[in-house]
């Protein structure tokens, strides 16, 4: 996003330009490219008002544009990307890798031990590739260290893979948090069993 040209062809090739994947199989097969999606969602609403991942995600962190609307990141039709949109989410929090980099040395001590990463190794959405940076980012953050932890589902794993039924990662995520309860906190009636 900050540095490409267009959000649907990779760059660098000169004659048969490689089309971006979205979304795939656990096995990596393309099931949807970034142009097919962009431009379904175009026909679905106007304006960035098509319900979708793409456009709810520059509603949310985007700028508003001169029309009232969101701002598109990329034009719809031909990947053209705004730079100036992309940086607008970066610098405005979309970016959770660089905004832990810009803000650790105010907000680690508030998080050591509290970020546990789970993400399949095979992401449907490629997003395994972002967690690899923050995770990079982390294990290098000093003053403080993070403590957490990272656990990749291999092989093959798509969006959404943990590694334990949903009744245990709520119970564990329960447990946490009332541990760490604020002193005081009157836990107990956090409990309905």
Avoid at 48 to 65: E, N, T
Avoid at 69 to 90: E, F, N, Q, S
Wanted: hydrophobic content about 30%; aromatic content about 14%; proline content about 7%.
């Amino acid at each position: 996003m900050y540095h490409d040209d267009n959000a649907f062809y990779e760059p660098g090739y000169e004659y048969e330009v490689p089309v971006r994947p979205l979304k795939r199989s656990p096995e990596g097969q393309v099931l949807v490219t970034m142009k097919e999606d962009s431009q379904l969602e175009a026909v679905l609403g106007s304006h960035g008002r098509s319900g979708s991942q793409l456009d709810i995600w520059q509603a949310a962190y985007g700028p508003v544009g001169d029309d009232g609307y969101p701002k598109p990141i990329w034009d719809k039709m031909t990947g053209k990307i705004d730079h100036d949109v992309a940086l607008y989410m970066r610098d405005h929090d979309y970016d959770l890798t660089y905004y832990l980099q810009k803000n650790w040395p105010k907000l680690g001590s508030h998080l050591v031990g509290k970020i546990h990463v789970y993400c399949g190794d095979m992401d449907s959405y490629y997003l395994n590739l972002a967690v690899y940076m923050l995770e990079d980012f982390l294990k290098d953050a000093k003053n403080p260290a993070y403590e957490g932890s990272f656990e990749y589902g291999r092989p093959m794993k798509p969006h959404g893979w943990h590694p334990m039924p949903y009744q245990d990662l709520i119970r564990m995520m329960a447990d946490h948090i009332t541990k760490h309860a604020p002193e005081g906190e009157r836990t107990s009636s956090w409990n309905y069993n």
